[in-house]
């Protein structure tokens, strides 16, 4: 088992994790228990979802969590995507976030790929 802290598609979505925070915590009041509770939860779930199947015995276990770190990334592109054409986000803020999303995707991508048998 590598500790998850050491792999870098858990380091790419970590750090899209806090951006998404930040970005969030600029959001209006009325959005916390929607868009904002969204989108945390989608990149905070991409990040615990590796963590939390690194810990796994076997690596089909592990993939199934990779799983779902994936689909949590395709969440939040939807959620980011929503929360730009409600002007939540900037333009600019919308790329750096999405690009972020996508090296993360990217990463998890290959690890999961890099665990096939």
């Known amino acids: 088992m590598v500790p998850y802290e050491r792999l870098k598609a858990w380091q790419a979505c970590h750090h899209l994790a806090l951006a ?33 199947g690194s810990a796994k015995r076997g690596s089909r276990e592990f993939r199934r969590y990779l799983n779902i770190s994936l689909g949590s990334l395709s969440e939040l592109s939807y959620t980011l995507l929503l929360a730009r054409d409600r002007t939540l986000l900037s333009a600019d803020q919308w790329t750096g976030l999405n690009r972020l999303r996508e090296n993360a995707g990217g990463l998890v991508w290959l690890l999961y790929r890099s665990l096939q048998s």
């Not at 009325?30 to 963590?51: D, K, W």
Request: aromatic share 10%; glycine share 4%; no cysteine.
């Open 20 to 52: 998404v925070y930040a970005a969030t915590d600029r959001w209006p009041r009325q959005e916390l228990f929607g868009l904002t509770s969204q989108a945390r939860r989608a990149a905070h779930s991409a990040a615990a979802n590796i963590a939390e």
